[in-house]
C-alpha cells in the first residue's frame, strides 16, 4: 500500500449531529401525514432511526478518538467505515474507498496470509489478534484485531513497527550483556531486590558463572537467595553479615572478601564480593553485584608476605655475616699489625664482593637456588689470566642446583680458597694449577655433595703456625652452616680442601 498526502474529510460526529437534526424534521413531517391507525408505526421508526443515528454519531467519536486505526467491511468486503487514523495510514481520502471492495482498493492483498485470516474470521465468526508486516510496504509491523461485525468484519490496526525495534535493540542489548556476563573469567553478576529485611530480598539475575565459580546452578541460586551465603565459611560469616546490614542501612557500597566452598568440589577458595546500590526510574532500589574469584592473588599476598619475611630474615644474616667479616678482617694484636690495616681493608672489600656476587647470583635466580658452575666459576674471575687456555683452572662436575644458604657458603668459602691459593699458592704461580670437583654419594639420611679443591705447581707449602679468619671461615664456618664437614690439608706441593655436606 502507498502512503499519500492526507486529505479534509468532514469530522463524523458533525455529519452524524445534522442528520440527526433532519431526521427529527422528517419524524415532525411524518407525524403530521400520517393517519391515525399508522401513527404508532411511522413513531417507532422514526425513533429507531433516531436512536440509530444517535448511536452511530456516539460511536463515530469513540472511533475517530480511539487513536488506532479502524475500518469494517461488510458482508460483500465493501468498506462501510474508515476512521481517520487508518485514512491517514492508507494514505487516501475516505470517499475514495466507501463503498468500495477492499481487494479491488489494495490488489496487491491477493493471496497473502492476511487476506486469509480475514476471510477465516468472516467464515468462523471469532475473533482474532496476530501481528504481521503490512501489505506492500516491507518493513512496516502491524498489529491486528479481526472481528465480526454488522454482518462483516472490523479490523483494528496500529503500526509497532518503532516499538518492534526498540524491543528488538533492548533484547540485543540484554544478550550482549549478558553474554559478557556468562563469559567472563572467574566472575558472577548477580542483582537483588531491595529489602528492609536482608532475608527477604529476591534474587532477579544470576550470570551463568556463578555454577562455575561456586558450585551452584542459577536456577538454585535465584530460588533460594541464602543457598550461596550458606557457602561461606562459619568464621567469616557473622562479619560478612554485619557489613551487609550496615550497607543495607546507609545504601552505601559494600565489599567483602570471604572463603567459600565449592558447593561440588568441597575445594575452599578466596571471593572478593561487591554489591551496589542503584535507584531506578520509579524511585525502586536494586543491588548490582559482582563475584570475583581470588584465591590466585591471596596466594601471590601469602607468598609475597612470606618472601618479605625471609628477605628480613636474609637481611638480618647478612648484617651478621658483614660485622662477622668486619671484625676478623680488623683484628690487630699490635703496632706492627696496626700497619697493615690497609692490607686488611682490601681483604674486608674483596669478602664483601664475593659476598655480593653470590647474593647477584641468587636474585637473578629469584632466590630460589643457584647453580653449581657459575657459583664456582664466578669465584675464580679476579684470577683469571686471558691468555689461559683453560688449562690452570679447571672445574669437573655436573652442574648441580644448590640452596641460598649452601650457594652463599660456597661461594665465601671459595672465594677465601682462592684468596689464599693467589697469596701462598698455585694461583700465585706462572705453573700454577688448581682443579675443583664435585660428585654427589648416596647417603641414608639424603644426597651428599662431595667438593675437592686441589692445587699443583705452585710453591712448596707448610702449614700455618696460626689458623687465619680464612681458615677458620672454611673449616668452622662452613662446616657449622652446613652442617657438613670439611678437612683442609696442607701438602707440601698443594692445599688440598675437602667439602663433605648434604645436598638438601
Known sequence: MIMFHIMNMPNPALTASIDLEKLTNDLVASISASPRGALNDALQQALARTVEAKVNAQLAVVLEGIGDAFYSLDAHWRFS???????????????????????????????????????????????????????????????????????????????????????????????RLSALANNAPACMFYQTSHSADYHERKVLYVSKTCEILTGVPVEKAQSNPDLLYSLVLPHHRERMLARRLESLRTLTECQEEVEM???????????????????????????????????????????????????????????????????????????????????????????????ARGHDILTRENWEGAGLVELVAQAFDPYRDPSDDGSRIRLEGQDLRVTPSMALSLSMAMHELCTNAAKYGALGAAEGQVLVSWSTVEAAPGPRLVMNWEEYGGPPVSPPSRKGFGSRLIQDGLARELNGEVRLIYRPEGVVCTIDVPLS
Request: hydrophobic share 35%; proline share 4%.
Open 261 to 355: 566452598q565449592h558447593a561440588r568440589t568441597g575445594e575452599t577458595r578466596w571471593h572478593r564480593i561487591i554489591t551496589t546500590p542503584r535507584r531506578l526510574e520509579n524511585g525502586g532500589i536494586v543491588w548490582d553485584g559482582i563475584q570475583i574469584d581470588i584465591t590466585d592473588h591471596k596466594r601471590s599476598e601469602e607468598h609475597l608476605r612470606l618472601l618479605l619475611n625471609e628477605l628480613n630474615h636474609r637481611v638480618k644474616n647478612t648484617l651478621a655475616t658483614v660485622q662477622s667479616l668486619a671484625s676478623q678482617s680488623f683484628r690487630v694484636r699490635g703496632a706492627s699489625e696496626a700497619r697493615d690495616l690497609p692490607a686488611l681493608y682490601a681483604a674486608f672489600e674483596a669478602r664483601l664482593f664475593a659476598l
Open 81 to 175: 467505515y474508515i476512521n481517520r487514523a487508518a485514512e491517514t495510514y492508507f494514505g487516501l481520502p475516505r470517499q475514495a474507498m466507501l463503498h468500495k471492495v477492499i481487494w479491488d482498493v489494495f490488489p496487491e492483498s491477493e493471496g497473502t496470509d492476511l487476506r486469509g485470516r480475514y476471510e477465516g474470521v468472516f467464515l468462523s465468526g471469532h475473533p482474532l489478534s496476530f501481528e504481521g508486516e503490512a501489505v506492500g510496504r516491507p518493513g512496516r509491523h502491524l498489529e491486528f484485531h479481526v472481528f465480526p461485525y454488522n454482518g462483516g468484519i472490523g479490523v483494528s490496526f496500529r503500526d509497532w513497527t518503532e516499538r518492534r525495534r526498540a524491543e528488538e535493540e533492548l533484547r540485543a542489548s540484554e544478550a
